[in-house]
């Protein structure tokens, strides 16, 4: 797929997201050492790295989730660890999360899900529009056959692509993606990956996608950051990351099976 | 003098809760952990300081807007859906506690007593206590295990990061129920159990049911119906918190959903004995 925006078109732009030199540990357990990042408006940054070095901690953070124990987060121009709970949510309705299980709400069908932050975010709109809202988001992920279906009665991927929706219903500025093709087949991957690039091009979200599938972040990424010993080692277009000699980063190349 | 005390424990609590996070500020650069008093008690502190906690979010967050449908989908499930194990089980509490006083009555000549005993014993303790122990079996567990389940597979977390808050939609709404529903499953059950009481004494004495009824309400005072309605409003208020704080606080995958269900009732059921015998000492000074 094409991608519209490059690294170098947008260095001059203003950037949603910007972290500086940030901490977390959990106990004795330093998870975050130091970490730095920007990521500019409608830019897809993908953050890869192994299992259990902090990559879903790190956007728990920047949707404060998490609190760090030291650094600036600054999204949207509000530094995230200072927010009072007011303020949090407020910037929040602009920021989508997909998480890496779905998180879809079980005791709900996919309408009431998408419905859910709408009802509660936008008292004054009415239903038609509430409704309008909903087919458009399902129109987005080309899933408008299962409005009336539960989370258990859909497939992973389809789940995936509701829990996008559901972000997308608020319209967000910044979209969060925690492991999107995890678990989910090749083909299935693809259509994930398309999905992301087509937010992108639509809404123009400046995204974190995190991920350890190099097929996902070599679709998706307009820039990819490696994330290894609690800080960035590497960062830049994916073919000027992996034009290394590096082991530590040319060993993701070899186990990704990836032309 | 009498206010004085909660608010000195409050702040005992308190006190040691932040002891506790400026124990956990120092200790990251000086590993391992020491413990203020010892490993467990520190916890059971750390844990009311907790609880004391959640209880004043709960109490901040009780304001309007209210979600409502969650409240009503919620009075539905604590309410309804308990109705057909409350009904089977004051019914046999009704004729199984008529069936075992029969004998010492009699000794006495005094079965006439019979009704009144029964009835006594029904609204002033097995009522509001069965009640709150089936509750506390089969809706705190399900509270406990339901939103331990969306704490573990992150539903809660995305209820967050859409900009609602998951402590009023889920809490809040849980907590109100279990509240108000527990009083009226109450007066159900003593109903049903005075039911059971009837047919039992109808298969050995020819007495009518408003005969029965006259005589057995004719012992029961405002206090025993004021008392126990309080009571059952503690219970469900324990109950639905406790349940909520077990769930809502989950770690560790499926084996922490588990222990969420099985802590809630635990804990639910000795807290409801606790109340009990408090409830007891504080009416008894009003008779």
Partial sequence: ?259 | MGKKIPFFYNNLFKIYGTFLGLQQVFMKSNPPRTYIISQKLDAFFSDVYAIMNFIGRFFRELGPPYEWREIIRQCYMVGWKSLPLISVTSFVVGIVFTKQSRPSLSEFGATSWLPSLVAIAIFRALAPLVTALIAAGKVGSNIGAELGSMRVTEQIDAMEVSATNPFKFLVVSRVLATSCMLPVLMFYMAFISMLGAYLNILVNEDTSFSAFFIKALDKITFLDLFSSLIKTIVFGFSIGIIGCYQGYHATQGTQGVGRAANFAVVTSMFVVFIEEIIAVQITNWFR
Avoid: W
Wanted: aromatic share 6%.
């Fill in chain 1, 1 to 259: 797929m094409h991608k519209k925006i490059r690294h170098t078109d947008i260095q001059d732009q203003h950037a949603d997201i910007m972290i500086r030199d940030l901490h977390k540990s959990f106990g004795a357990n330093s998870v975050l050492k130091g970490v730095n990042l920007d990521v500019f408006r409608g830019e897809n940054v993908v953050v890869l790295g192994r299992s259990g070095t902090g990559k879903s901690v790190l956007i728990k953070i920047i949707a404060g989730l998490l609190k760090p124990d030291s650094g600036t987060v600054i999204v949207l121009d509000k530094n995230v660890p200072e927010l009072d709970d007011k303020e949090l949510l407020q910037l929040r309705l602009k920021i989508g999360f997909s998480f890496q299980s779905s998180a879809l709400y079980d005791s709900m069908t996919v309408k009431e899900n998408l419905e859910f932050p709408l009802l509660r975010n936008s008292r004054n709109l009415t239903k038609a529009a509430i409704n309008t809202h909903v087919e458009e988001a399902l129109d987005a992920v080309g899933l408008q056959q299962t409005i009336h279906q539960y989370p258990s009665e859909l497939s992973g991927g389809q789940r995936k692509r509701i829990g996008i929706a559901r972000t997308l219903i608020m319209r967000p500025l910044i979209m969060l993606y925690d492991e999107p093709t995890a678990g989910l087949d090749p083909v299935t991957s693809v259509e994930i990956n398309n999905l992301i690039n087509e937010v992108q091009e639509r809404y123009n979200t400046s995204s974190i996608i995190i991920t350890h599938d190099l097929t996902c972040a070599k679709a998706t990424g307009d820039r990819v950051a490696i994330l290894l010993d609690g800080s960035f080692i590497r960062t830049g277009r994916f073919e000027e990351v992996f034009a290394t000699r590096d082991e530590r980063i040319t060993s993701f190349y070899e186990y990704n099976f990836i032309d």
